[in-house]
Every structure is written in structure tokens, then in C-alpha cells.
T-cell receptor, first 112, second 112 residues
Framework: DGGITQSPKYLFRKEGQNVTLSCEQN?????MYWYRQDPGQGLRLIYY???????QKGDIAEGYSVSREKKESFPLTVTSAQKNPTAFYLC???????????FGPGTRLTVL | KNQVEQSPQSLIILEGKNCTLQ??????????LRWYKQDTGRGPVSLTI?????NTKSNGRYTATLDADTKQSSLHITASQLSDSASYIC???????????FGKGTRLSVIA
């Protein structure tokens, strides 16, 4: 069953704690992305990776970190430095940056 | 600055009626434009992708148009159904080696 998965669907954390969101794809895509979506807002790019062991900052990278040790996986860590971490986080992948992106189901993070 | 502006911000229509969503962009150089549908709490799903040379492309009851000269695109939905209720997002790729530019979306509500 091919696709892109994110886990968990809902996540609650206390303020000041780091939290890691999972993103896995078995589509053999080179490029992967993390977006943040706030109510009534468009998607904003946090980080993206065009190839294994390489990643680039997006528009709102402060307070976030990523790794790309495997082609299939692109985890996102929300650190305590992120001022407003409560949001809906979407992961996506594509063959290359010019190709159609396929999105995961999202993780809704709530920081209490 | 590359921007994608969508209108209207929200729209309510009766089931069975048609509607048209607008997208204006300033992204340059232009490579392609995509329309995505995002159900509440889910990841976006690609509806159509249009390149510079394409004026019209259909996907079932969805028809997208592109005028690369005026930098405008529209998404026309025919004979709307309740399941069409979602946010519709216009996304533009600038042919550089960078990720996409997202619009904020139009929130469509189809009511019985």
C-alpha cells in the first residue's frame, strides 16, 4: 500500500518540551517537505529536502529542526524555541521539486 | 516577491450550482500551476497541474483555466456536490530549483 504517512494524528505536549513528528513515504520520492498550517492561513514551508543527507530552510524554520538520514523518512522536531508551536503540520513528498507533491494526513500538535 | 492571491476567501453555494474560484500570481519565471483540494483536517490532494502552454484542463467536474499573459487561473466546479465542500488551494512553481508558492485557499461550502 503505497503512500505517505504521518504519526501520530494528534499530539499533545507541555510547553518547553521538544517533540518529534514522524513522516514516512514508500513512493521512492527524492524530495520531502514539512509545512505548517494555521487556521485560515495557507501552508507555510518549514524545511525541505531534495535528497538524502541534505535539507534546506523554508520560510519559517526558526524553532524547528529536521534530519534526512534515509530516503523514506523526514522527521521534524519542534523545539522549545518555537514560540507558537500549536498548529497542523503537513508532510509531503515528490519525485523532484518540480513534480506534484503528495501530502500525508497531517499531525495536529497542541502545546499546553 | 513571488505571491499567489486567491479569491474569494470563502464561498457558499447551493448543491447543484456551479462556481468559479480565482487565482492571481506574480511568480516569475513561471513553470506550472496546480490546484489542490483540502478537506478539513486532511492533507491537500492534487486536482490538476497546468504548464505554460496549456489554457484549459479538466478533471471530472473540475475545469482549470490558465492565462499566462495576465497571470491568472480559475477553477470552475460544475454541478456542485456536498462532497465538494473543502478548501481549494492554488500553487505556483517558478521553474527555479525552489519549492512551491502557495495561495491561502478559498473555503467552499456546498449546502443542500
Amino acid at each position: 500500500d503505497g503512500g505517505i504517512t504521518q504519526s501520530p494524528k494528534y499530539l499533545f505536549r507541555k510547553e518547553g518540551q521538544n517533540v518529534t513528528l514522524s513522516c514516512e513515504q514508500n513512493l521512492n520520492h527524492d524530495a520531502m517537505y514539512w509545512y505548517r498550517q494555521d487556521p485560515g492561513q495557507g501552508l507555510r514551508l518549514i524545511y525541505y529536502s531534495q535528497i538524502v543527507n541534505d535539507f534546506q530552510k523554508g520560510d519559517i524554520a526558526e524553532g524547528y529542526s529536521v534530519s534526512r538520514e534515509k530516503k523514506e523518512s523526514f522527521p521534524l522536531t519542534v523545539t522549545s524555541a518555537q514560540k507558537n508551536p500549536t498548529a497542523f503540520y503537513l508532510c509531503a513528498s515528490s519525485l523532484g521539486v518540480a513534480d506534484t507533491q503528495y501530502f500525508g494526513p497531517g499531525t495536529r500538535l497542541t502545546v499546553l | 516577491k513571488n505571491q499567489v492571491e486567491q479569491s474569494p476567501q470563502s464561498l457558499i453555494i447551493l448543491e447543484g450550482k456551479n462556481c468559479t474560484l480565482q487565482c492571481n500570481y506574480t511568480v516569475s519565471p513561471f513553470s506550472n500551476l496546480r490546484w489542490y483540494k483540502q478537506d478539513t483536517g486532511r492533507g491537500p490532494v492534487s486536482l490538476t497541474i497546468m504548464t505554460f502552454s496549456e489554457n484549459t484542463k479538466s478533471n471530472g467536474r473540475y475545469t482549470a483555466t490558465l492565462d499566462a499573459d495576465t497571470k491568472q487561473s480559475s477553477l470552475h466546479i460544475t454541478a456542485s456536490q456536498l462532497s465538494d465542500s473543502a478548501s481549494y488551494i492554488c500553487v505556483v512553481f517558478d521553474s527555479g530549483n525552489t519549492p512551491l508558492v502557495f495561495g491561502k485557499g478559498t473555503r467552499l461550502s456546498v449546502i443542500a
